[in-house]
């Protein structure tokens, strides 16, 4: 319970909260693991596979060492090399190129829609060559990228279509799961996840059995059976603790993305019963959708983000950037020849978002704070830019 003479604090995330709550549940899996001392691959690791493919409504789950690697593996799996391109979105978390890269294929990256942040579809086609072998739509914040037109295109293009669901265990599309929505999907279990565990840890579900089979050799160096290798990949393993974790916290996903939904629907309340609607853009969640807000990403002018974030600071409200420079500028990839002004509705959106505290634990207390400040950082605006533009637009 918060000390009534302390200030209400609002971090952006609050990982202690929640293992507070399964403390109890946690601690004799965590031993008896230590007790087997079984730590790589194992039983854990194939009931939670069997566990997570059920959830995710997959046929098949193969869980690796971390999200980064549940891209790689399948396009390690693809036989990308160079000359290959694989198209995607500049505006995610780097590792969604960067295992393009790292096969040697070459990212070309398709703007944004700008109210999901997601890919958009309608301009996909125009970036496919016939060099073209794979298109990676990313589930930003939870939300699913619009799949049936990405799919369609895939079809007609012969392409492998890999979800980047890092941030979308559980969310919905069309009746259908995330990890269902490919031939494969990537999944992340980071900490800050929806299904978080104590340390790195992915998966990649898919459809396919024989990919499924393939990629658990690609984890464990190609190797099968033992110190045979007919392939090379590398060392991709997910242990039997983070299994074992996750197990536990999967059976309370459901509950926690409901919290999720709870807490981004009191947002959207007292967003607009402050009256900031106008100013501050709220999180859309699409006809068909279900979003499980891995998080809350609300679009404010690009001149007040910043601004906006040091006054939350000095009011012990957490917020982050996601992502602040989108892929196609990251110095890493200058030899892709892109500049500023190439992708417009990602540039506009790395300037002009920011992520706001959600997790299932939040109270009402919290997020009328949160919602509080950002109102009176408007209100102490009113004469300067904000306003003017306001009554101008
Ligand atoms: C977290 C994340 C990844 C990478 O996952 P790790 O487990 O950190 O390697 C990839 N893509 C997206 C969109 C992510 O959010």
């Not at 490919?182 to 396919?208: E, I, R, W």
Request: aromatic content about 8%.
């Amino acid at each position: 319970m918060s000390d009534p003479n302390e200030p209400i604090s609002v971090p952006a995330l609050d990982l202690k909260a929640q293992y507070r709550t399964i403390r109890d549940e946690i601690e004799p899996v965590v031993r008896q693991v230590l007790e087997s001392q079984y730590f790589i691959l194992g039983p854990e690791v194939a009931g939670f596979e069997a566990e997570a493919a059920e959830y995710c409504e997959a046929p098949h789950a193969v869980g690796c060492s971390s999200g980064s690697d549940a891209l790689l593996l399948p396009l390690m799996a693809l036989g990308l090399k160079p000359g290959d391109e694989v198209v995607t979105t500049p505006y995610s978390f780097f590792a969604t190129a960067g295992a393009i890269w790292r096969t040697g294929a070459r990212p070309v990256f398709v703007d944004i829609q700008p109210d999901t942040y997601n890919i958009d579809p309608a301009l996909i086609e125009a970036a496919i060559t016939p060099n073209t072998r794979a298109i990676i739509p990313v589930h930003l914040y939870g939300q699913a990228a619009d799949m049936d037109p990405i799919n369609e295109i895939a079809r007609q293009h012969k392409l492998f279509v890999l979800e980047d669901a890092a941030q979308a265990i559980g969310a919905g599309y069309h009746g259908k799961r995330a990890g269902t929505l490919g031939h494969a999907a990537a999944f992340s279990f980071y900490p800050s996840k929806n299904l978080g565990g104590f340390g790195d840890a992915g998966m990649v579900t898919t459809d396919d059995p024989t990919l499924a089979k393939q990629l658990g050799r690609l984890r464990v160096h190609g190797m099968e059976p033992k110190y045979h290798h007919h392939e090379v990949g590398y060392n991709a393993r997910i242990d039997a603790l983070q299994a074992a974790i996750l197990r536990v916290k999967l059976r309370h996903l459901d509950d926690w993305t409901a919290g999720r939904r709870s807490v981004a629907d009191r947002y959207a309340r007292l967003f607009e019963s402050e009256g900031l609607t106008d100013i501050v853009a709220l999180p859309s969640e699409k006809p068909g959708h279900f979003h499980v807000y891995n998080q809350y990403v609300v679009r404010v002018p690009a001149d007040a983000r910043d601004p906006l974030r040091a006054h939350l600071s000095a009011n012990r409200v957490g917020s982050e950037i996601y992502y602040p420079i989108p892929l196609h500028l990251q110095t890493c990839f200058a030899s892709l020849g892109h500049k500023p002004g190439d992708f417009p509705l990602s540039e506009a959106a790395a300037a002009e978002t920011i992520a706001l505290p959600i997790y299932p634990e939040l109270s009402d207390e919290a997020l009328r704070h949160v919602v509080g400040t950002i109102s009176a950082f408007f209100d102490a605006q009113s004469i300067l830019p904000f306003q003017r533009r306001r009554n101008v637009a």
